[in-house]
């Protein structure tokens, strides 16, 4: 397994002595959080002026996620969602009962995935682990190479894995058998935080170290195309990382992507060609509607992309330092949540704020999931809330 060291950001950001001997060593904003001491200053709360009604429908808790970051899936009416411990639940989407828990017996370090049929996580360990969506019985489990720390995803008869060794590994979601395995070379240093799989039309789009987004045939795992996110830059190691973080946005005929210290862009689905890049660069992942590509930066800035051109449309950055998850595209706003577990939601195709809502005060550093006309989010502190806004629709 890839020996990693995990490296706090503070005032001088990173020591590089710290990476002296480290073989394939990671930079962790999954431990940024927690050092309060440490780092600039979070912006206050800008005050909305007739802020837009939101209502929490519903709210739970499975459990904390410790360093680790788990995101609820929505399937059909239910909720799949798992903690740390090693708790794994399926609750109503409506009400927020909880139809079935099951205890995995072992921590996890990643999860969910899920469709009618199957959910799956998994561990650091390497271990997977799919059980029945309507039971919550044990249907079988498998094991990968390394740590893992993207949610598996299930799709088209198939669970896809990604290791953090660079890895993707297909297994039959009827009984576990492997199918295939993608493998690249690991990178001397990389960004630990979770790098998505995409399936859409047959096809598997994820990103990796060194700015590369892949294409890969759902059938054999054979790459498709590979084309450039960002190219690293700079004098350093440090500085040269570039790695795509994040689950790829498709829809229609393309699919988005976004680099750490690189550029976000969007590629042909079908061929990879580059429709546009842009400079920027996100610990998270970046999320499209019909009209526009949104996304968070490092620095806690909102970025509204024209989709086809990739031309600003607005940017607003009055959330600076408050570690912004990827931003939830909903009918008329977007849906942002940061570390002191607030949902902030701002106008679509301005960037104004409309309505905020807390929930815990944990972190929450999954993307907002939609659940029918609102959305569902997880803390850090376990708790699962289901939120409504009542603004105006376009």
């Not at 249907?139 to 088209?156: D, F, I, N, Q, Y």
């Not at 600003?312 to 950055?317: A, E, G, R």
């Not at 849906?335 to 106008?347: P, S, T, Y």
Request: charged share 20%.
């Amino acid at each position: 397994m890839t020996r990693r060291c995990d490296i706090r950001a503070s005032a001088a950001l990173f020591v590089m002595a710290m990476l002296a001997g480290c073989s394939g060593a990671s930079i962790n904003p999954l431990d940024w959080v927690g050092a309060k001491s440490a780092g600039p200053k979070l912006a206050a709360l800008p005050t909305i002026s007739n802020p837009h009604p939101v209502r929490q429908l519903w709210a739970t808790n499975v459990g904390g996620s410790d360093r680790y970051i788990f995101r609820p899936v929505v399937v059909g009416d239910s909720v799949m969602a798992a903690s740390r411990a090693g708790t794994l639940v399926r609750i109503d989407s409506t009400s927020g009962q909880l139809r079935w828990r099951t205890a995995v017996g072992r921590p996890l370090s990643a999860g969910v995935g899920a469709d009618a049929s199957l959910v799956v996580v998994a561990t650091e360990e390497g271990e997977v682990y799919a059980y029945d969506a309507q039971s919550g019985r044990p249907r079988w489990s498998a094991r990968v190479s390394s740590e893992v720390l993207t949610p598996p995803e299930v799709g088209e008869d198939l669970v896809l894995v990604r290791s953090a060794d660079n890895r993707v590994f297909a297994f039959s979601a009827e009984d576990g058998k492997r199918r295939w395995v993608y493998q690249r070379a690991a990178a001397s240093l990389l960004v630990r935080t979770p790098s998505g799989i995409a399936i859409f039309d047959g096809t598997a789009y994820t990103g990796f170290a060194g700015g590369k987004l892949v294409a890969l045939a759902l059938g054999s795992g054979a790459v498709r195309w590979e084309s450039t996110v960002s190219v690293p830059r700079g004098a350093t190691e440090l500085e040269r990382v570039t790695d795509v973080v994040g689950q790829p946005a498709v829809s229609g005929r393309e699919v988005c992507a976004v680099a750490y210290q690189g550029r976000v862009a969007c590629f042909d689905a079908r061929t990879g060609n580059q429709v546009w890049a842009r400079e920027n660069s996100s610990l998270n992942g970046v999320s499209v509607d019909a009209r526009y590509a949104f996304l968070s930066d490092e620095k806690g800035a909102i970025h509204a992309l024209d989709r086809a051109t990739g031309r600003s449309v607005w940017k607003q950055d009055r959330l600076a330092n408050r570690e912004l998850s990827t931003p939830l595209p909903l009918a008329g706003e977007i849906a942002v949540a940061d570390v002191q577990g607030f949902v902030h939601f701002v106008q679509r195709d301005t960037g104004t704020f409309v309505a905020r809502q807390a929930t815990d005060g944990s972190p929450i550093r999954s993307t907002p999931v939609r659940l029918g006309t609102g959305l569902l989010v997880q803390t850090q502190n376990g708790g699962l809330f289901a939120i409504s806004s009542d603004a105006p629709r376009r």
